[in-house]
């Protein structure tokens, strides 16, 4: 069992930049694939970003966060981030983090969810 907790959210100014927090209970951390979601009002969830396990060597990030998102981990802390700078309007979510066993884009491969941080990007 993994536990998730999300932190970090907050309201921003467009072109501006927030880091999200994703805390993990429970073992072996460093042994799951993390993944970051997010929802919009009316929307779908969608991916945003992955990372590989142990070292986090591959990441993988949709298209429309390339180059203005990074997300990195820190297995001694059981924690995964997420950097978010140039912010837009359409950035605007309930931001996810998620643990899983396959490096996959698809949402239904994470077992285990966090309940989300709102993210609020005003333009």
């Known amino acids: 069992q993994v536990q998730l907790v999300e932190s970090g959210g907050g309201l921003v100014q467009a072109g501006g930049s927030l880091r999200l927090s994703c805390a993990a209970s429970?073992?072996?951390?460093?042994?799951?694939?993390m993944g970051w979601f997010r929802q919009a009002p009316g929307k779908e969830r969608e991916f945003v970003a992955t990372?590989?396990?142990?070292?986090?060597?591959?990441?993988l990030y949709a298209d429309s966060v390339k180059g203005r998102f990074t997300i990195s981990r820190d297995n001694a802390k059981n924690t995964v981030y997420l950097q978010m700078n140039s912010l837009k309007p359409d950035d605007t979510a309930v931001y996810y983090c998620?643990?899983?066993?396959?490096?996959?884009?698809?949402?239904?491969?994470?077992?285990?969810w966090g309940q989300g941080t709102q993210v609020t990007v005003s333009s």
């Open positions: 429970g073992r072996s951390f460093s042994n799951y694939v």
């Open positions: 998620a643990a899983g066993s396959y490096f996959s884009s698809n949402g239904l491969e994470y077992a285990y």
């Open positions: 990372i590989y396990p142990n070292n986090g060597w591959r990441t």
